[in-house]
């Protein structure tokens, strides 16, 4: 095992430097940039910051005209005041190898328009987008499992019928979609206001109890959880199900029925650690896929200052060293997550040999 896991290890730094390759050149080839974004609040405020640039010329700087749209009316020293002040004096292929040097030592710069580090930004908003990924991970897992296993004993009965129905409707139910109809029913939008719109956290939290505090936080992520958990049933249910259905017809469950063994103890005894692997297994990533991926709708919709919103906006003010630097480190966890799942196939399956396996 110790061999596989340093192939795996090896194999993270290829793969995250196709990764880093390619949405470099996307972004970097993106309109837009904030250098554009610069000339245009230059423009706005009609050369009085240009000035404080060092921009005294008049005539427009016809090689910055000619490299980025709105550069017409500004002088060439200004342009290149403004791409040294976000490293856009330097060729692309030396950007992206000093990236490349700073992150092996996460060293990952200051945001352009924060005035913070990344790594400083992503600390601040990832207790909101943990909180979120973990409580809606646990809720569909505490779920799904014994409904899953439900179905699959009860399996073509009516609760069977009816209950793949309730989960596949709620699986068709965008999730921002749902956030919605949840703030217009329930968060004072046209019906009962019953929950709060905005945040994690009521304004005085700090002066609450622990009890009031516990209250609060949960109070303020119900309309939250209830969105992100919506479409997140079915895909685990359904996978349960067919799991538990593909053990239960086997050999050995019927050799321990003809031993005697009650149903309960077949069951949970027997056929549940077969048909729990993949299910346990795959509970990092899932948990990771809702973590990052799940985030940015519902946290514009609810105001929550987390990672998705933080996404959101970098992508609209193209910050790359806050876009580059979440990529990675997203990324990287990713990686990691991936080889503690399959760890967990050999946790709760000791004959799982990855050794004779390729990466």
Do not use: C
Not at 40 to 51: M, N, P, V
Not at 102 to 131: A, C, H, W
Not at 268 to 290: E, Q
């Amino acid at each position: 095992m110790t061999n596989y896991i340093l192939r795996r290890l090896l194999l993270m730094i290829p793969t995250l430097l196709g990764i880093m390759i390619i949405n470099f050149l996307i972004v970097q080839s993106a309109p837009g940039g904030p250098v554009e974004q610069m000339i245009f609040q230059l423009e706005s405020h009609e050369g009085t910051t240009a000035s404080g640039l060092g921009g005294g010329g008049s005539e427009a700087g016809s090689s910055g005209g000619a490299k980025y749209r709105g550069a017409q009316g500004l002088p060439p020293e200004v342009i290149a005041k403004i791409e040294a002040m976000y490293g856009f004096d330097k060729p692309p292929l030396q950007r992206f190898w000093e990236m490349l040097v700073n992150y092996s030592q996460f060293q990952f710069g200051d945001s352009f328009f924060r005035n913070t580090s990344v790594l400083t930004l992503i600390v601040e908003k990832m207790p909101v987008s943990i909180s979120l990924g973990l409580w809606s991970t646990l809720i569909i897992y505490l779920i799904s499992i014994p409904l899953g296993i439900q179905k699959a004993v009860k399996h073509g009965s009516r609760f069977d019928v009816w209950s793949s129905a309730t989960i596949i409707i709620g699986y068709a139910i965008p999730g921002f979609l749902f956030a919605i109809i949840l703030i217009v029913l329930f968060a004072g939008g046209s019906y009962w206001d019953v929950f709060p719109l905005r945040g994690l956290t009521s304004s005085n939290f700090d002066s609450l109890s622990l009890l009031g505090k516990i209250k609060d936080y949960f109070w303020h992520l119900t309309l939250p959880l209830l969105a992100y958990t919506i479409g997140g049933f079915a895909t685990l249910t359904m996978l349960t199900k067919n799991s538990f259905l593909d053990e239960i017809n086997k050999q050995y469950v019927q050799t321990a029925r003809a031993k005697g063994l009650s149903e309960s103890k077949v069951l949970y005894g027997h056929v549940f650690r077969n048909a729990m692997l993949i299910i346990i297994s795959g509970f990092p990533a899932a948990f990771i896929g809702i973590f990052f991926t799940g985030s940015l709708l519902i946290e514009v919709i609810f105001s929550l200052d987390g990672l998705g919103l933080l996404a959101f906006e970098s992508v609209q003010t193209r910050d790359y060293p806050v876009i580059f630097g979440t990529l990675f480190i997203f990324t990287l966890i990713g990686l990691f997550v991936k080889l503690l799942s399959d760890l967990a196939y050999v946790a709760v399956d000791p004959r799982i040999n990855f050794e004779t396996q390729d990466v």
